[in-house]
């Protein structure tokens, strides 16, 4: 197979960036600073990540779009306002999650983020699933590229006028040197940030511009750490087709509206856990030492029973500590309860805690 | 003059007297990036050449590390414990992992001299 490049890899090059394959793409995984002063610029300054990777998926449709939409989605589709967003999954009829994603309405449809891993596949699910009078098209022809951090708002806004005004989880059409750009205020690291879809050969010069102006670009490590520390699920690893959104501790996301109808794929198997509970639950676990427990590291009560495993688990640069988080029988996720991790042979304390390890700082309202 | 030899697993070795020193090379903290974690053996264990005497972490993966040669370890470097970032700015000088009281100097015989690591290091990495 043919490793895929986006529209900034020779930008990547420049920036001496570290390559690794990824769901298909060449991505940088890091540049010539490193992991963790991306990370801690990101949290300080403002970073920019290439997610160019990941699948734009427009819907277009009439009046029947709505109602086929919300068969798949656990959303209140009826009541999302124009440009306002929502996170979501794709499920399957035991509601295991093929994908979750961002889906966003727009003019005459809706705009869905997908992973980048799942996108070819869940392109082909929602064409099954949905009537032939809707267009949908997996947008190859637009890049996407998140701007994340405390003065992110600020650079931005001096390249886009106006995306200052955007509220969190919603979005607009903003003009770059004449060509239209749909910016959401938005992202995956816990930060005050947006996402930028931009057509494939002005995103180099868009982001060129962000530099010069003191953004920086981040890789694929940093964002892996900067999501972990703000509690965020990682397709593939936190989630899966053998995990539920309830089991994800991702409940919040589901509509209340809709699971009191339910009549949305998986809603019975939602129904039931959230009525009767589930076994396994996902939690964020903190090491008490320095031992980082990495992803498939099981986890033991204090009579050494297993009743967990680990999903993801990293040195989180913000924290300045192991951070990890998984799923863990449903009687040891309380809150300060204390478990054992497995790590080369040898068993580490940890205590199960709440999530994001680090506090968001998302701007809820416009800043003026 | 002591000469420091190198270890295919990227080590380096500098022997003074019947007692080694052993961290790991520029080389390799290069390509693993920030180191966050380290575990070093105990003081007072034996370890055998070519054994995993150690682990570094960076924020990406855990690697073992090995020792070059055969021994008992007379001294680890607590400091790399408490601050691991120390090995990424200083790996081949004060950043050291562990000392070793060798058991057969003839053991270092089979390790490569600097020009011919560096060479091997270029190498493997292309």
Redesign the interface.
């Known amino acids: 197979m043919n490793i895929k490049k986006t529209s900034l890899y020779q930008l990547h090059q420049e920036y001496r960036a570290k390559f690794v394959e990824f769901a298909g793409y060449q991505m940088p995984i890091q540049y010539s600073e490193g992991i963790v002063e991306e990370h801690k610029f990101t949290r300080s300054h403002s970073g920019i990540f290439d997610v160019s990777h990941m699948g734009q998926l427009f819907i277009y449709g009439g009046e029947d779009l709505i109602k086929d939409l919300e068969k798949i989605f656990p959303l209140d589709l009826k009541n999302l306002k124009l440009n306002h967003s929502k996170y979501s999954f794709l499920m399957d009829k035991d509601a295991g999650i093929h994908d979750d994603l961002i889906i966003t309405k727009i003019n005459e449809g809706f705009l869905i983020i997908l992973n980048a891993a799942c996108k070819d596949n869940d392109f082909k699910i929602l064409k099954e699933l949905l009537e032939e009078e809707h267009k949908m098209v997996l947008d190859e022809n637009r890049s996407l590229i998140a701007i994340q951090g405390p003065k992110s708002s600020q650079i931005l806004n001096d390249v886009v006028d106006g995306i200052k005004d955007l509220n969190f989880m919603s979005g607009n059409w903003f003009s770059f040197k004449d060509h239209k750009v749909y910016i959401t205020r938005s992202g995956y690291t816990g930060e005050d940030g947006f996402e930028i879809s931009i057509p494939n050969n002005f995103v180099d010069k868009l982001t060129r511009e962000l530099i010069n102006k003191g953004s920086k670009l981040i890789g694929l490590g940093a964002r892996d750490t900067l999501r972990l520390e703000a509690g965020l699920c990682l397709y593939g690893h936190d989630l899966d087709k053998d995990k539920t959104p309830v089991e994800a501790n991702l409940k919040w996301a589901i509509s209340k509206e809709r699971i009191s109808k339910g009549d949305f794929i998986g809603s019975d198997i939602i129904i039931k856990q959230l009525n009767n509970g589930v076994s396994k639950i996902r939690v964020g676990i903190k090491p008490e030492g320095k031992i980082i427990a990495r992803e498939k590291t099981k986890i033991f009560n204090q009579s050494d029973v297993h009743v967990g495993e680990i999903t993801s688990g990293t040195f989180g640069p913000s924290v300045n500590g192991p951070v990890a988080m998984g799923y863990i029988e449903n009687e040891f996720s309380k809150k300060d309860t204390k478990v054992f991790l497995e790590v080369r042979g040898k068993k580490h304390p940890a205590n199960i805690c709440g999530l994001p390890f680090y506090k968001k700082s998302y701007v809820k309202g416009a800043t003026k | 003059m002591t000469e420091v030899k190198y270890s295919k697993e990227h080590e380096w070795i500098k022997l003074e007297g019947d007692v080694a020193t052993i961290g790991i090379t520029k080389h390799a903290t290069e390509m693993l990036?920030?180191i966050?974690?380290t575990?070093l053996p105990e003081k007072g264990s034996n370890v055998q050449k070519d054994g995993t005497a150690g682990?570094v972490?960076?924020?990406?993966?855990?690697s073992d590390v090995y020792t070059p040669v055969s021994g008992e370890v007379v001294e680890t470097n607590q400091e790399i414990v408490d601050d691991p970032?120390k090995i990424?700015q200083d790996p081949e000088n004060t950043a050291w992992f562990f000392k070793l009281k060798v058991k057969d100097k003839s053991e270092m015989n089979s390790l490569m001299n600097k020009e011919n690591y560096d060479k091997f290091a270029k190498e493997s990495s292309s």
């Open positions: 990036g920030d966050v974690f575990e682990v972490e960076s924020t990406k993966a855990a970032s990424n």
